[in-house]
């Protein structure tokens, strides 16, 4: 049993695929709360599925691009179980697992791009071909500098409508997807480090000079 589980963006997702399909998938309802949901989001899955930790075989996780708090949570859980359990961890760009239900789910015809919040007024930003394979990025960029009429899934459509008109879904990472985009060997599996892309906001101060 494979659990994935992605905290690239405010919501939390979590899902169980058995080889087969999905067997379960839960988000969460309130945003940034990836330190308080996602350990009982892992539990109510396992619980839904059941089964128990041990039946686990292997781990997938969302390395983003995302912030850095998100990330280091969803990461750390990932890396923390895997160890315990002894089972392998695999980490996938969150885009791409965007890009996979663009291409399982949508009509959109020809190539498109995903773009997720960034904050400060920036997008995470990737292009992709027809059959979801990522062409260029994933890089952060103001939305004005990449204004498109190509289609666009995630969030930058939603908080950038003017420069991204033509929007498709989903908006945010499908756990339930990056899982099967894995178990299908659909995905690039990269190492389970956090793609952060920018330096996070809280940084060390520089030494202080000694006093004479």
Known sequence: MLLA??????????ALHDGERVVVEHSSEQPMKHGEHLAPLIARAMEDAGIVRQDLTSIAVGVGPGPFTGLRVG???????????????????????VALEVVGTSTTPGSFLVATDARRKEVYLASYDADGRRLEGPVVTRPAEVATDAPVAGAGPVLYPEHFPHPIAPVRPSAGWLASGVIGELVELVDPEPLYLRRPDAVAGAPRKPVS
């Open 5 to 14: 589980l992605d905290t690239a963006t405010p919501l939390v997702s979590v």
């Open 75 to 97: 990461i750390v859980t990932a890396r923390t179980l895997g160890f315990v359990l002894e089972i392998p961890v695999y980490g996938v760009c969150s885009l791409d697992a």
